[in-house]
């Protein structure tokens, strides 16, 4: 998931950068749900140990694709407003995900009697 909202932040902050260049049509990545979803089916690849799976990550993570956005008259779909919530939800998202990993690895140290 944080891997997920860091790559989603990056297309949105592009879409940012490109706000006033006429005929930019603005780029959103799929839910995050719909990408569990097909990573958690049994026909995906797994990576076992570090160096299984020499695919990068970029090409496991779902493409942005141009949005369905009213165009102003320049061409341009980049709505700031509604790019500034996407940011913030990405950044929820991945705030979520570190907390999560963080929890977890306290549970083990518990459970190893190493709590820091």
């Known amino acids: 998931m944080a891997r997920f909202a860091a790559a989603r932040h990056s297309v949105i902050s592009e879409n940012i950068a490109q706000a006033d260049v006429p005929g930019y049509k603005a780029r959103d990545m799929p839910a995050f749900a719909a990408f569990a979803a097909r990573s958690a089916d049994a026909t995906m690849p797994k990576a076992t140990r570090q160096g ?3 695919q990068p990550i970029a ?3 779902p493409q942005a694709s141009e949005t369905d956005d009213p165009v102003a008259p320049n061409g341009n779909s980049v709505v700031i407003e509604e790019q500034s919530m996407l940011a913030a939800e990405a950044a929820g998202q991945h705030r979520l995900a570190l907390s ?17």
């Open 100 to 116: 999560v990993y963080s929890k977890t690895l306290d549970l083990l140290r518990l459970g190893l009697g190493r709590l820091r």
């Open 59 to 61: 090409q496991v993570l």
């Open 52 to 54: 299984h799976m020499t």
